[in-house]
Protein backbone atom coordinates (compact mmCIF):
# COMPACT_ATOMS: atom_id res chain seq x y z
CA UNK A 1 0.00 0.00 0.00
CA UNK A 2 1.59 3.37 -0.84
CA UNK A 3 1.15 6.57 0.79
CA UNK A 4 -0.55 9.67 -0.16
CA UNK A 5 1.65 12.89 -0.87
CA UNK A 6 -0.39 14.72 1.99
CA UNK A 7 0.89 11.92 4.20
CA UNK A 8 -3.14 10.66 4.71
CA UNK A 9 -3.22 6.77 4.51
CA UNK A 10 -5.82 4.52 2.45
CA UNK A 11 -8.47 3.13 4.32
CA UNK A 12 -7.99 0.15 6.08
CA UNK A 13 -10.16 -2.77 5.19
CA UNK A 14 -10.23 -2.34 1.25
CA UNK A 15 -8.85 -5.47 -0.75
CA UNK A 16 -7.26 -4.11 -4.02
CA UNK A 17 -4.50 -4.51 -6.30
CA UNK A 18 -2.37 -1.79 -7.60
CA UNK A 19 -0.28 -4.01 -9.97
CA UNK A 20 2.55 -1.86 -11.78
CA UNK A 21 3.29 -3.91 -15.18
CA UNK A 22 6.60 -4.01 -15.75
CA UNK A 23 8.10 -4.91 -12.01
CA UNK A 24 5.03 -7.48 -11.67
CA UNK A 25 5.07 -9.49 -14.94
CA UNK A 26 8.34 -9.33 -15.65
CA UNK A 27 9.31 -10.40 -11.48
CA UNK A 28 6.67 -13.05 -12.01
CA UNK A 29 8.10 -14.22 -15.49
CA UNK A 30 11.69 -14.70 -13.50
CA UNK A 31 10.35 -16.24 -10.86
CA UNK A 32 8.43 -18.68 -12.83
CA UNK A 33 11.32 -19.49 -14.78
CA UNK A 34 13.69 -20.33 -11.60
CA UNK A 35 10.96 -22.55 -9.98
CA UNK A 36 10.78 -24.32 -13.24
CA UNK A 37 14.35 -24.94 -14.27
CA UNK A 38 14.58 -25.60 -10.29
CA UNK A 39 11.75 -28.64 -10.40
CA UNK A 40 12.53 -29.70 -14.34
CA UNK A 41 16.88 -30.27 -13.82
CA UNK A 42 16.77 -30.81 -9.80
CA UNK A 43 20.07 -32.14 -9.39
CA UNK A 44 21.77 -29.80 -12.28
CA UNK A 45 20.33 -26.75 -10.84
CA UNK A 46 20.89 -28.02 -7.25
CA UNK A 47 24.84 -28.19 -8.22
CA UNK A 48 24.67 -25.10 -10.33
CA UNK A 49 23.11 -22.81 -7.64
CA UNK A 50 25.94 -24.74 -4.74
CA UNK A 51 28.71 -23.37 -7.22
CA UNK A 52 27.61 -19.90 -7.59
CA UNK A 53 27.14 -19.84 -3.75
CA UNK A 54 30.13 -21.17 -2.53
CA UNK A 55 31.61 -18.84 -5.18
CA UNK A 56 30.22 -15.76 -3.96
CA UNK A 57 30.91 -16.68 -0.30
CA UNK A 58 34.31 -17.87 -1.26
CA UNK A 59 35.47 -14.56 -3.14
CA UNK A 60 32.81 -12.17 -1.94
CA UNK A 61 32.43 -13.07 2.03
CA UNK A 62 34.94 -10.11 2.60
CA UNK A 63 32.86 -7.69 1.23
CA UNK A 64 29.73 -8.64 3.06
CA UNK A 65 31.48 -8.30 6.21
CA UNK A 66 32.13 -5.28 5.72
CA UNK A 67 29.12 -4.05 4.39
CA UNK A 68 27.03 -5.02 7.23
CA UNK A 69 29.34 -3.61 9.87
CA UNK A 70 29.11 -0.49 8.01
CA UNK A 71 25.46 -0.62 7.80
CA UNK A 72 25.38 -1.07 11.99
CA UNK A 73 27.70 1.60 12.29
CA UNK A 74 25.82 4.23 10.03
CA UNK A 75 22.81 3.28 11.93
CA UNK A 76 24.50 3.98 15.60
CA UNK A 77 25.44 7.27 14.37
CA UNK A 78 21.53 8.02 13.45
CA UNK A 79 20.33 6.99 16.73
CA UNK A 80 22.69 8.98 18.65
CA UNK A 81 23.12 12.17 15.85
CA UNK A 82 21.37 14.95 15.28
CA UNK A 83 18.68 13.45 13.20
CA UNK A 84 16.98 11.61 15.65
CA UNK A 85 14.55 13.15 16.69
CA UNK A 86 13.38 13.80 12.92
CA UNK A 87 9.36 12.32 13.04
CA UNK A 88 8.32 10.12 10.17
CA UNK A 89 5.48 11.21 8.50
CA UNK A 90 6.01 15.13 9.85
CA UNK A 91 6.47 16.75 12.81
CA UNK A 92 2.76 16.56 13.22
CA UNK A 93 2.53 12.71 12.45
CA UNK A 94 0.84 10.18 15.03
CA UNK A 95 1.76 6.90 15.55
CA UNK A 96 -0.90 4.48 13.86
CA UNK A 97 -0.56 1.52 16.35
CA UNK A 98 0.40 0.97 20.90
CA UNK A 99 3.73 0.58 21.23
CA UNK A 100 2.95 -2.68 22.48
CA UNK A 101 1.50 -3.26 18.56
CA UNK A 102 4.08 -2.26 17.22
CA UNK A 103 6.55 -3.75 18.43
CA UNK A 104 4.71 -7.55 17.88
CA UNK A 105 4.14 -6.72 14.53
CA UNK A 106 8.40 -5.84 14.25
CA UNK A 107 9.16 -8.49 16.10
CA UNK A 108 7.12 -11.05 14.02
CA UNK A 109 7.90 -9.78 10.43
CA UNK A 110 11.52 -9.20 11.43
CA UNK A 111 12.83 -12.98 12.81
CA UNK A 112 9.61 -14.88 13.55
CA UNK A 113 10.00 -18.73 13.30
CA UNK A 114 13.59 -18.43 12.17
CA UNK A 115 14.83 -17.37 15.52
CA UNK A 116 12.21 -19.97 17.33
CA UNK A 117 14.20 -22.68 15.25
CA UNK A 118 17.99 -21.54 15.45
CA UNK A 119 17.51 -19.75 18.77
CA UNK A 120 17.83 -23.16 19.71
CA UNK A 121 19.53 -24.99 17.00
CA UNK A 122 22.00 -22.85 16.10
CA UNK A 123 23.69 -23.17 19.91
CA UNK A 124 23.77 -26.67 19.51
CA UNK A 125 25.12 -27.16 16.09
CA UNK A 126 28.54 -24.74 17.36
CA UNK A 127 28.86 -26.31 20.61
CA UNK A 128 29.30 -29.32 19.13
CA UNK A 129 31.70 -28.15 15.98
CA UNK A 130 32.86 -24.74 17.21
CA UNK A 131 35.01 -22.87 14.90
CA UNK A 132 36.94 -21.03 17.87
CA UNK A 133 37.24 -23.10 20.51
CA UNK A 134 37.39 -27.02 21.42
CA UNK A 135 34.31 -28.62 20.80
CA UNK A 136 32.20 -29.84 23.32
CA UNK A 137 33.51 -27.65 26.27
CA UNK A 138 32.71 -24.81 28.84
CA UNK A 139 34.19 -22.64 26.41
CA UNK A 140 32.42 -23.80 23.14
CA UNK A 141 29.05 -23.31 24.83
CA UNK A 142 30.12 -19.34 25.47
CA UNK A 143 31.42 -19.14 21.82
CA UNK A 144 28.40 -20.60 20.67
CA UNK A 145 26.03 -18.26 22.15
CA UNK A 146 28.27 -15.35 21.22
CA UNK A 147 27.74 -16.25 17.54
CA UNK A 148 24.14 -17.12 17.81
CA UNK A 149 23.77 -13.44 19.35
CA UNK A 150 26.12 -11.90 16.05
CA UNK A 151 24.14 -13.69 13.25
CA UNK A 152 20.70 -12.64 14.87
CA UNK A 153 21.72 -9.35 17.11
CA UNK A 154 22.51 -5.86 16.41
CA UNK A 155 23.67 -6.96 12.81
CA UNK A 156 20.93 -8.45 11.78
CA UNK A 157 18.57 -5.57 13.13
CA UNK A 158 20.85 -3.13 11.17
CA UNK A 159 20.20 -3.84 7.70
CA UNK A 160 16.26 -4.10 8.34
CA UNK A 161 16.66 -0.46 10.45
CA UNK A 162 18.14 0.99 7.48
CA UNK A 163 16.19 -0.31 4.52
CA UNK A 164 12.95 0.38 6.82
CA UNK A 165 13.85 4.02 7.67
CA UNK A 166 15.21 4.81 4.27
CA UNK A 167 11.66 3.56 3.06
CA UNK A 168 9.44 5.22 5.56
CA UNK A 169 11.30 8.51 5.30
CA UNK A 170 10.70 9.08 1.50
CA UNK A 171 7.14 7.21 1.53
CA UNK A 172 6.01 9.34 4.43
CA UNK A 173 8.27 12.61 4.63
CA UNK A 174 8.68 12.89 0.60
CA UNK A 175 5.86 11.82 -0.54
CA UNK A 176 7.19 8.78 -3.04
CA UNK A 177 5.97 5.75 -3.42
CA UNK A 178 6.45 3.06 -0.83
CA UNK A 179 8.89 0.85 -2.92
CA UNK A 180 12.52 0.14 -2.89
CA UNK A 181 13.32 2.59 -5.52
CA UNK A 182 12.37 5.39 -4.06
CA UNK A 183 15.40 4.74 -1.56
CA UNK A 184 17.56 5.75 -4.75
CA UNK A 185 16.07 8.73 -5.28
CA UNK A 186 18.79 10.65 -3.90
CA UNK A 187 21.46 9.08 -6.37
CA UNK A 188 19.04 8.86 -9.90
CA UNK A 189 16.23 11.50 -9.47
CA UNK A 190 13.15 11.78 -11.40
CA UNK A 191 14.77 8.87 -13.18
CA UNK A 192 13.38 6.15 -10.73
CA UNK A 193 9.95 6.27 -12.10
CA UNK A 194 11.56 4.58 -15.10
CA UNK A 195 13.43 1.59 -16.11
CA UNK A 196 16.09 2.11 -13.76
CA UNK A 197 13.40 2.42 -10.84
CA UNK A 198 11.71 -0.85 -12.65
CA UNK A 199 14.93 -2.54 -12.76
CA UNK A 200 15.48 -2.07 -8.44
CA UNK A 201 11.97 -3.15 -7.75
CA UNK A 202 12.38 -6.38 -9.61
CA UNK A 203 15.46 -6.93 -8.33
CA UNK A 204 13.64 -6.57 -4.91
CA UNK A 205 10.98 -8.65 -5.24
CA UNK A 206 12.96 -11.62 -6.87
CA UNK A 207 15.76 -11.09 -4.47
CA UNK A 208 12.71 -11.12 -1.42
CA UNK A 209 11.06 -13.92 -2.53
CA UNK A 210 13.62 -16.32 -2.29
CA UNK A 211 14.47 -15.00 1.37
CA UNK A 212 10.78 -15.81 1.85
CA UNK A 213 11.35 -19.15 0.43
CA UNK A 214 14.45 -19.69 2.72
CA UNK A 215 12.47 -18.92 5.65
CA UNK A 216 9.11 -20.35 5.11
CA UNK A 217 10.89 -23.92 3.97
CA UNK A 218 13.15 -24.07 7.00
CA UNK A 219 10.06 -23.22 9.12
CA UNK A 220 7.94 -25.40 7.88
CA UNK A 221 10.57 -28.37 8.83
CA UNK A 222 11.06 -27.46 12.12
CA UNK A 223 6.58 -27.68 12.26
CA UNK A 224 6.92 -30.78 10.58
CA UNK A 225 9.87 -32.49 12.81
CA UNK A 226 7.46 -31.32 15.84
CA UNK A 227 4.49 -32.58 14.77
CA UNK A 228 6.27 -35.91 14.04
CA UNK A 229 7.64 -35.92 17.18
CA UNK A 230 4.27 -35.28 19.23
CA UNK A 231 1.84 -37.31 17.31
CA UNK A 232 3.51 -39.74 14.49
CA UNK A 233 2.80 -37.66 11.41
CA UNK A 234 5.88 -38.71 9.24
CA UNK A 235 8.33 -36.40 7.70
CA UNK A 236 7.68 -35.99 3.93
CA UNK A 237 7.81 -33.28 1.15
CA UNK A 238 3.86 -34.19 0.89
CA UNK A 239 3.37 -32.86 4.47
CA UNK A 240 5.43 -29.73 4.24
CA UNK A 241 3.37 -28.85 1.28
CA UNK A 242 0.43 -28.80 2.99
CA UNK A 243 2.24 -26.93 5.80
CA UNK A 244 3.17 -23.91 3.53
CA UNK A 245 -0.42 -24.38 1.79
CA UNK A 246 -1.81 -23.55 4.87
CA UNK A 247 0.82 -21.32 6.26
CA UNK A 248 0.52 -19.23 3.01
CA UNK A 249 -2.90 -19.42 3.29
CA UNK A 250 -3.34 -17.93 6.71
CA UNK A 251 -1.09 -15.09 5.65
CA UNK A 252 -2.98 -14.12 2.74
CA UNK A 253 -6.06 -14.06 4.78
CA UNK A 254 -4.25 -11.69 7.33
CA UNK A 255 -3.32 -9.69 4.56
CA UNK A 256 -6.93 -9.28 2.76
CA UNK A 257 -8.08 -8.49 6.14
CA UNK A 258 -5.73 -5.26 6.60
CA UNK A 259 -3.28 -4.00 9.34
CA UNK A 260 -5.50 -3.37 12.36
CA UNK A 261 -7.93 -6.51 11.85
CA UNK A 262 -5.37 -9.50 10.36
CA UNK A 263 -1.23 -8.84 10.85
CA UNK A 264 -1.84 -6.77 14.20
CA UNK A 265 -3.92 -9.44 15.89
CA UNK A 266 -1.83 -12.38 14.42
CA UNK A 267 0.97 -10.79 15.56
CA UNK A 268 0.08 -10.14 19.31
CA UNK A 269 -0.93 -13.51 19.30
CA UNK A 270 2.65 -14.80 18.52
CA UNK A 271 4.14 -12.16 21.03
CA UNK A 272 1.92 -14.08 23.49
CA UNK A 273 2.52 -17.79 22.64
CA UNK A 274 6.38 -16.64 22.45
CA UNK A 275 6.25 -15.26 26.05
CA UNK A 276 3.86 -18.18 27.46
CA UNK A 277 7.21 -20.62 25.85
CA UNK A 278 9.54 -17.85 27.38
CA UNK A 279 7.97 -18.49 30.67
CA UNK A 280 7.76 -21.90 30.45
CA UNK A 281 11.28 -22.55 30.06
CA UNK A 282 12.38 -19.80 32.41
CA UNK A 283 10.32 -21.53 35.39
CA UNK A 284 9.98 -24.96 34.39
CA UNK A 285 14.30 -25.29 33.30
CA UNK A 286 17.28 -24.29 35.21
CA UNK A 287 16.13 -20.69 36.37
CA UNK A 288 18.84 -19.85 37.91
CA UNK A 289 21.56 -20.80 35.34
CA UNK A 290 19.46 -19.23 32.44
CA UNK A 291 19.49 -16.06 34.31
CA UNK A 292 22.94 -16.06 35.52
CA UNK A 293 23.77 -17.27 31.70
CA UNK A 294 21.89 -14.09 29.79
CA UNK A 295 23.37 -11.64 31.94
CA UNK A 296 27.16 -13.49 30.89
CA UNK A 297 26.51 -13.91 27.68
CA UNK A 298 25.21 -10.50 26.54
CA UNK A 299 28.55 -9.04 28.30
CA UNK A 300 30.32 -11.63 26.18
CA UNK A 301 29.06 -10.40 23.19
CA UNK A 302 29.05 -6.49 23.09
CA UNK A 303 32.69 -7.39 24.54
CA UNK A 304 33.61 -9.55 21.87
CA UNK A 305 31.63 -8.21 19.01
CA UNK A 306 34.31 -5.80 17.35
CA UNK A 307 36.82 -9.19 16.92
CA UNK A 308 33.28 -11.25 15.71
CA UNK A 309 32.10 -9.18 13.54
CA UNK A 310 35.29 -8.32 11.87
CA UNK A 311 36.31 -11.93 11.89
CA UNK A 312 37.14 -13.02 8.03
CA UNK A 313 38.73 -16.62 8.45
CA UNK A 314 41.81 -15.30 6.93
CA UNK A 315 44.48 -17.75 9.27
CA UNK A 316 42.34 -20.62 9.16
CA UNK A 317 41.63 -23.09 6.84
CA UNK A 318 38.31 -24.05 7.36
CA UNK A 319 34.71 -23.19 5.07
CA UNK A 320 33.13 -22.86 8.62
CA UNK A 321 31.83 -19.02 8.37
CA UNK A 322 30.94 -19.18 4.23
CA UNK A 323 28.08 -21.75 5.33
CA UNK A 324 27.55 -19.51 8.36
CA UNK A 325 28.03 -15.64 8.81
CA UNK A 326 27.86 -15.17 5.29
CA UNK A 327 25.15 -17.26 4.57
CA UNK A 328 23.47 -15.40 7.06
CA UNK A 329 24.39 -12.07 5.82
CA UNK A 330 22.65 -12.67 2.51
CA UNK A 331 19.63 -14.02 4.32
CA UNK A 332 19.14 -10.66 6.20
CA UNK A 333 20.13 -8.66 2.79
CA UNK A 334 17.55 -10.68 0.64
CA UNK A 335 15.37 -10.45 3.26
CA UNK A 336 15.30 -7.04 3.98
CA UNK A 337 13.47 -5.04 1.13
CA UNK A 338 10.00 -7.37 1.89
CA UNK A 339 10.55 -6.74 6.01
CA UNK A 340 11.98 -3.15 5.64
CA UNK A 341 8.99 -2.42 3.53
CA UNK A 342 6.38 -3.33 6.37
CA UNK A 343 8.37 -1.95 8.72
CA UNK A 344 7.89 1.42 7.13
CA UNK A 345 4.62 0.90 6.77
CA UNK A 346 4.08 0.22 10.53
CA UNK A 347 5.73 2.93 11.66
CA UNK A 348 4.47 6.18 10.38
CA UNK A 349 4.54 8.72 12.91
CA UNK A 350 7.22 7.36 15.12
CA UNK A 351 10.54 9.55 15.68
CA UNK A 352 14.19 7.99 14.17
CA UNK A 353 15.99 7.64 17.59
CA UNK A 354 12.87 5.13 18.66
CA UNK A 355 12.40 3.92 15.19
CA UNK A 356 15.84 2.64 15.68
CA UNK A 357 16.03 1.20 19.47
Not at 62 to 89: E, K
Not at 217 to 240: D, E, K, R
Amino acid sequence: MESKNNGEQEPEGWFHFDVHPWVFFVSSGLIIFFVALTLVFQNRVDDLFSTVQGAIATYGGWFFVWTMNIILIFVVSLLFGRFGDIRIGGSDAVPEFSTLAWFSMLFSAGMGIGLLFYGVAEPMFHFVASPLAEPGTAEAARVALDITFLHWGLHAWGIYALVGLSLAFFAFNKGLPLSIRSVFYPIFGERIHGPIGNTIDILATVATLFGVATSLGLGVQQVNAGLSHLFGIPQSTTVQVVLITGITGLAAWSVVKGLDAGIKRLSQLNIVFAGALLLFVLLLGPTLFIMKALLENIGFYLQNLPQLATWNETYEATDWQKAWTVFYWGWWISWSPFVGMFIARVSYGRRISEFIK
